[in-house]
């Protein structure tokens, strides 16, 4: 590149500063080199691979208990005891039997603690989750003949008596009741959706959940939160309503709900009534007085326990037809291998549930390792996840992820690693092994409660989008969007539509650059936006425009060029075109000024300038662009040839190492770095390229008198 005027001078003379030539490898020569890195075996690598793997290996034998162990020993103790009623409460929305939610709480906080490289996140169920497990299965216990999942009155729903009864009539596997066909398309789901999770972990695909943004999953938890408080209105009013299937679900259970109001249970409604009550007004006075409670009230398990009391001395379901927990066995079920067939049938339903229990878990996991100061892999964490699926898959298991209310307790409460999980586990295993019998009792209607409180976080987020909208409109379109779909369409349906319009809000943002046109600012080598500042000095006979924030590509390069030929007044293609037409003696005039061309953000800088050539140099910064594709580089190849044709020079400015990289191969530069080609169009610095350009006037105009 051309030294410029302003570079430093040492000893008198300028200093030429040049790249390094890069070192030339070919692609075989690459993956040549990957290959043996990848295959040679040694007891050092073999142990950081294990430890890459199984970071508990790494951090176990650093670990400081005097420092660390009360903390993790305190939030392991509260977060298991909010894991038991949750679990309980959860299995309402998968359409499983309790027992299962607590084998997914013990293995998932088993498996994260050994392979998760977050020391505070909380993995276990998610109510959005079990919202789209349920779903699955109860469509397929439809198809297989079945009736709706958990939907009899008593403790028999739960039994074997029921099960065998379906059976017998014919319905479904002969093999297999309904709770045990329910639990095998949960455990297939899962395997699934964690075999996707650990592949995407194998492939280094941790970015994709990047694509998700936090207005798309604010949107979306916003859309299933009230999909899930409309799921549970039945449980809370104890009417005995169809679970709908398909598009229109939230509004269709609607319907129902107004049709069967009046066979609402009184029982029921009177103690939901009691409970919300109670659970909200704990919540809140948590909120006010979280600075002072060192450890989180156990609101929910004492509603539980002294709603089980009550329900059992009283017994509401015998005397009031209330519908209860019934019977929930101890101890563990022998393993199975999930359902081959029934894992070819869930293929398509396990890709959402994979991609968002990534995006929420890799999002957590790194929200909280900033605001704590480490690191976490994003692939990692994928494995972590998707083992935390797979594995306990056949230990009649379903679909877990990085859960933010259990995570911010576990937060507060001094968590410092993930030993608080094996604590957590070891409460879980506790009432596995004993104390789950003593909830048979408890009512349904106690647990939707639960549930519906534990929504309180993510309904609240709508509070959130009129701030979104002043922000950026386009965010808080794909907040609306996302919502309502998953409302008035399904949860499926509102994931796969936020996706789509974040795509397209991104899309639409690099489709159409703001390019604006600089002047200097009085006699330093600092240039600003001419419509933005007033006092700035254009330079005559130069136009220095500023490329927009983004790549140049093929779906730019048109609105590229009209916000180009806008600032500096001159359709430079038409032009040259014209100046062929007449002849070599013809120039720029008025006929090829821009005109009737809507501009955009473009117009209003333009106006700054006649709409005539006059100029003899255009100067474009490029520090704002990110990357050239092939139809970037040939339509800077092009605006050369038609400035050129006009006696207008070309200059760039600020490249990048990337963007030089790509001129150079798209043959716009020379093949050698630091040719004359490169040196006479690219120059480091906006004010050096208009320096030459002016210099390169005057050395012209000084031939031209001399001619």
Not at 15 to 42: F, H, I, M, Q, Y
Not at 177 to 206: E, N, P, W
Not at 411 to 433: E, H, I, Y
Not at 642 to 659: F, H, K, M, R
Request: proline share 5%; net charge positive; aromatic share 6%.
């Amino acid at each position: 590149m051309e030294v410029s005027p302003e570079c430093p001078r040492r000893g008198g003379g300028p200093v030429l500063v040049r790249r390094r030539p890069p070192v030339p490898l070919g692609l075989r020569e690459t993956l040549k080199a990957r290959l043996w890195r990848s295959c040679t075996c040694s007891t050092r690598g073999t142990w950081a691979w294990v430890q890459d793997l199984l970071p508990a290996t790494r951090w176990l034998r650093q670990y400081q208990p005097r420092e660390a162990l009360a903390g993790d020993v305190m939030s392991g103790l509260v977060i298991g005891i909010i894991l038991v009623p949750q679990a309980i409460a959860y299995s309402l929305l998968a359409g499983l039997q309790p027992i299962y939610s607590l084998y997914t709480s013990f293995f998932a906080n088993l498996i994260y603690f050994v392979m998760g490289t977050s020391r505070h996140v909380s993995v276990g169920i998610f109510s959005l989750l079990c919202l789209m497990v349920g779903q699955v299965v109860d469509r397929e216990l439809l198809l297989a003949g079945f009736g709706p999942a958990q939907d009899a009155p008593g403790p028999a729903a739960n039994g074997s008596a029921a099960n065998a009864s379906t059976s017998a009539a014919g319905l479904g596997p002969p093999d297999c009741g309904q709770d045990c066909y329910a639990i095998r398309v949960a455990t297939a789901l899962t395997l699934v959706a964690g075999i996707y999770q650990v592949l995407m972990g194998i492939l280094r695909l941790g970015f994709v959940s990047a694509y998700l943004s936090q207005p798309l999953l604010d949107g979306f938890a916003m859309g299933a939160s009230v999909t899930i408080l409309t799921s549970q209105l039945r449980h809370l009013l104890g009417v005995q309503i169809p679970r709908h299937q398909g598009l229109g679900m939230v509004v269709s259970t609607w319907l129902s709900l107004l049709r069967s109001i009046g066979q609402a249970n009184l029982c029921d409604v009177l103690t939901s009534a009691t409970c919300l009550v109670v659970l909200l007004a704990a919540k809140e006075l948590a909120d006010r007085c979280r600075h002072r409670l060192k450890v989180p009230l156990p609101t929910e398990l004492l509603v539980i326990v002294t709603a089980t009391l009550v329900s059992h001395y009283g017994q509401f379901h015998e005397r009031f037809g209330s519908s209860v927990a019934g019977d929930i066995p101890t101890g563990f079920v022998a393993p199975r291998v999930p359902d081959p067939g029934l894992m070819w049938r869930v293929v398509l339903d396990a890709v959402p549930l994979a991609l968002v229990a990534s995006a929420f878990s890799i999002s957590l996991a790194e929200m909280f390792a900033r605001s704590h100061g480490y690191s976490v892999r994003a692939n990692q964490e994928l494995l972590a996840v998707g083992c935390c699926n797979v594995l306990p898959a056949f230990f009649h298991c379903y679909v877990t992820s990085a859960a933010l209310s259990k995570t911010l307790v576990k937060t507060a409460t001094g968590c410092r690693t993930q030993l608080s999980s094996v604590v957590s586990a070891a409460v879980v295993l506790l009432v596995l092994l004993a104390l789950a019998p003593l909830f048979r009792d408890l009512q349904r209607c106690v647990l939707a409660c639960v549930i519906v409180v534990s929504l309180r976080g993510a309904l609240r987020k709508v509070r959130d989008v009129p701030q979104l909208w002043r922000l950026s409109p386009a965010d808080a379109l794909v907040w609306v969007a996302t919502a309502a779909t998953c409302v008035l369409l399904s949860v499926e349906a509102g994931l796969l539509a936020g996706l789509v319009l974040s795509l397209l809000s991104l899309a639409g943002r690099t489709q159409r650059p703001r390019a604006v046109l600089l002047a200097q600012i009085g006699d330093t080598g600092f240039y600003e936006d001419a419509a933005e500042f007033e006092g700035l000095v254009p330079e005559p006979g130069v136009r220095v425009c500023s490329a927009s924030r983004g790549p140049l590509y093929y779906a730019n390069k048109d609105f590229f060029l009209r916000s180009l030929y806008g600032l500096t007044g001159l359709d430079a293609g038409q032009a040259a075109a014209r100046r062929k037409e007449r002849g070599p003696g013809a120039g720029a005039g008025e006929g090829d000024a821009v005109g009737g061309v809507d501009l955009g953000p473009a117009g209003s800088s333009a106006a700054l300038i006649p709409r005539r050539g006059g100029f003899h140099a255009v100067v474009i910064d490029c520090a704002p662009l990110l990357f050239l594709d092939a139809a970037g580089v040939a339509t800077l190849r092009d605006l050369r040839r038609d400035y050129g044709a006009l006696d207008i020079t070309l200059l760039l400015a600020c490249c990048s190492p990337l963007v030089r990289d790509t001129l150079r191969r798209g043959g716009f530069l020379g093949d050698d770095p630091g040719d004359a080609a490169e040196e006479a169009q690219l120059f480091h610095s906006v004010h050096g390229a208009v320096q030459v350009a002016r210099a390169r006037r005057r050395e012209a105009a000084a031939t031209d008198s001399t001619l």
